[in-house]
């Protein structure tokens, strides 16, 4: 009986980490792994360390709690200073080292990077720059992304260098997924459930059953991937 009493005990302790790390993380805000600074990176791996601390501390769970939404308020309170003043976000997030500029590559930017000479070859090298006289500036950004700025010989040609005006193309939007049609994206589009059914049908589809995804490009097609794995996508 007390071991069952433990277990119902711990379940309900998991699930409130689950949900004030939830509810931190939505007051946080959402930032991918490459997006986050050095600063988040700390606080994130905290914050999940003390939350599973909370969903295993049965005796004093206020304890870890409490530090769980310490560490989440500051890093609000953080953010929101770091938005504010341009003091505050140099000190905490950090600004970008030039480490390549017009055929120089500066040696103590790389010691204050904690990057060598090995590295940052590899850092071009995955942004597919393998020669170093195509580019004429490389960054290291707060975040500890790589940006990288040709020179103008070697960037990839525009529609604009070549006096082309193409359309503009547009955000692809979902109209039937896994099976079944998305009426709000449909409306929203200016479109109706029969146009879409035609569509489909139109391409070889009963209905909307058949297809695992359809997409809209803004024109009158539809880009269709079937259920059935073994089909071929069709366009209309």
């Known amino acids: 009986m007390q071991y069952a009493a433990q277990v119902g005990l711990a379940a309900l302790s998991s699930l409130l980490s689950i949900a004030v790390l939830f509810l931190l993380a939505k007051l946080m805000g959402t930032k991918q792994v490459s997006q986050m600074t050095m600063f988040d990176y700390v606080v994130g791996i905290t914050i999940g360390s003390i939350a599973a601390e909370l969903a295993t501390e049965l005796e004093e769970p206020l304890r870890p709690l409490t530090a769980l939404i310490v560490y989440g308020v500051t890093a609000f309170v953080i953010s929101i200073l770091t ?39 590899t850092y071009c090298r995955i942004g597919g720059w393998f020669d170093l006289n195509q580019l004429q500036s ?87 991937f079937p259920m059935d794995s073994g089909g071929k996508q069709k366009r209309n």
């Open 83 to 121: 938005n504010k003043f341009l003091k505050v976000r140099s000190i905490v997030t950090g600004k970008p080292l030039v480490l390549l500029e017009n055929g120089v590559i500066y040696r103590e930017n790389l010691k204050k990077a904690r990057l060598d000479l090995n590295e940052f070859l």
């Open 138 to 224: 490389a960054v290291l950004e707060h975040n500890g992304v790589v940006s990288f700025l040709p020179k103008e010989a070697d960037r990839p040609a525009t529609p604009a260098d070549l006096n082309l005006n193409p359309k503009q193309s547009q955000v692809q939007m979902p109209f039937v997924m896994d099976g079944r049609l998305l009426e709000e994206n449909i409306r929203q589009a200016g479109k109706e459930d029969a146009w879409v059914r035609r569509t489909l049908l139109q391409q070889g589809y009963r209905d909307e059953g058949d297809v695992l995804l359809a997409v809209w490009d803004g024109g009158e097609k539809l880009t269709v």
